[in-house]
């Protein structure tokens, strides 16, 4: 498993990118798990001012 840090625009791109099968939305942040086409299964946690961490989850 890796854990990268990632600015609002790496965020919303790998978003974008990832076919997301589940979103659930807290007061300090949202998480989307998908599966990205080169990353593989990916959990994203989005802070409210859209920085956050991208985490590679073991297939």
Known sequence: MKIIDAEPQLVSEI??????TESRKKAAFTIHIGRHR?????????D??????????DE
């Open 15 to 20: 978003i974008e990118e990832t076919t997301v």
């Open 38 to 46: 080169l990353l593989g299964r990916l959990a994203v946690v989005e």
């Open 48 to 57: 409210k001012h859209g920085a956050g961490v991208i985490v590679e989850l």
